[in-house]
């Protein structure tokens, strides 16, 4: 279903203006139409009797407690959320930015969003930006070698392009 996250892990979370706004569309419809909807499925289950061995009543509360933590992760990172407007065509490695990138001794490129992993952009894999990998990209520019800590030991990364 949804990623859990610790609070710390959600401090400060960099966000393109499409991910928050879609964030808080998502939000707005879990306090209304998503409550509204399990208070129902809630309320059907009891209808039926025992809720001791009624299935349909414990989904329908289990239902509610994920959709309960979502509204708080949500709320949580929407507050304390930094809104990043990047600029189009950019070629430091910032939040927000696309890179492809290739290990030392591989001729394939991989690439990823530096971001949160709210932002699911384009099918690609993301990066944080508080990660060794992250950490070692942010600030640099196609064509900069960085190296980093990973597993006990250090890997060599070639940044290939930088982009949106």
Known sequence: MHERHTLE???DTALSREAYERLQAELDDLTTRGRVEIAQAIEAAR?????????DYHAAKDSQGKME?????LQTMLVTARV???QAGG???EAGSVVAIRYAGDDATER?????IEERRDGLEVISPASPLGQALLGRRAGERVTYEAVGRTLDVEIVTVGD
């Open 9 to 11: 892990e959600m401090g």
């Open 47 to 55: 209808a039926l009797g025992d809720l001791s061995e009624n299935g």
């Open 69 to 73: 933590a979502r509204i708080r992760q």
């Open 84 to 86: 990043i407007d990047r």
């Open 91 to 93: 070629d430091v490695v």
């Open 112 to 116: 990823y969003l530096v971001g949160s």
